[in-house]
């Protein structure tokens, strides 16, 4: 059956290498890292997982973070970005890293002013997290080609000052739990991404900065925010 008007073009983030891996959804687990969740009022102890989403078309490999408006209070939130080749309902955690395909650098832009407004009156955070252009994201690696980090330093920086510095080993929950735990409750499919949280230091930007992002192992990026 035809559309009745051309679809949109499909969401996707550049392979390195050569390619371009499509996107379905995008998924993104809260207070991942101990001291994030103490720096944002969270309990710092293995509490249950948390989940929020992201558009797949917010993914943004262009280098350049586009300030929103109506907003006043932009974060920074450096992330390492997993993508699934596979999916599949109740995923055990011994499986989960099955169904992964590769890693990137994102940072998941926060309205944060949005979102301390929706938290007062008990709402949803999508306008404070699924804006246009709000993940800027950095080259897929291939898992085949660099195994699966479950440490290595995870950094930004701002205009050449480090703001956030962590190690994936601190996250709280891990890759292939986070996967486990979205199979519960999701049926995941090839082309999902997952988001997996930030470590301490987040903070705000503003137009004429720049974002210097990495993760040991997975890659770095450079983005302006204009």
């Known amino acids: 059956m035809r559309y009745v008007i051309d679809p949109p073009p499909t969401p996707a983030i550049p392979v390195r290498g050569g390619g371009l891996f499509p996107v379905r959804r995008v998924y993104c687990i809260g207070r991942n890292y101990a001291a994030h969740a103490v720096e944002m009022g969270g309990d710092p102890n293995r509490e249950p997982p948390f989940f929020f ?8 490999p262009s280098g350049q973070f586009p300030y929103p408006r109506r907003s006043n209070n932009v974060h920074h939130e450096v992330e390492l970005l997993v993508a699934l080749a596979r999916g599949g309902e109740d995923v055990p955690v011994e499986g989960a890293l099955a169904c992964v395909w590769g890693y990137a650098v994102a940072i998941d ?8 407004e929706a938290k007062k009156l008990q709402r949803p955070w999508e306008i404070a997290k699924a804006f246009a252009r ?3 994201v950095g080259e897929l690696v291939p898992a085949a080609a660099i195994g699966h980090p479950s440490r290595g330093a995870i950094t930004l920086a701002v ?3 480090l703001r956030q510095s962590g190690d994936l080993a601190q996250m709280i929950w891990k890759v292939p739990e986070i996967v486990a735990t979205l199979s519960r409750y999701f049926t995941l499919a090839p082309g999902d991404v997952v988001l997996t949280g930030t ?3 987040v903070g705000p930007v503003q137009r004429g900065q720049v974002m210097e992002a990495a993760i040991e192992g997975v890659g770095a990026i450079r ?3 204009v």
């Open 53 to 60: 989403q992201k558009n797949p078309d917010d993914l943004d």
């Open 109 to 116: 832009m926060t309205r944060r002013d949005l979102q301390d």
């Open 134 to 136: 709000s993940a800027p």
């Open 159 to 161: 205009d050449g000052a």
């Open 199 to 201: 470590p301490a230091g």
């Open 223 to 225: 983005v302006a925010v």
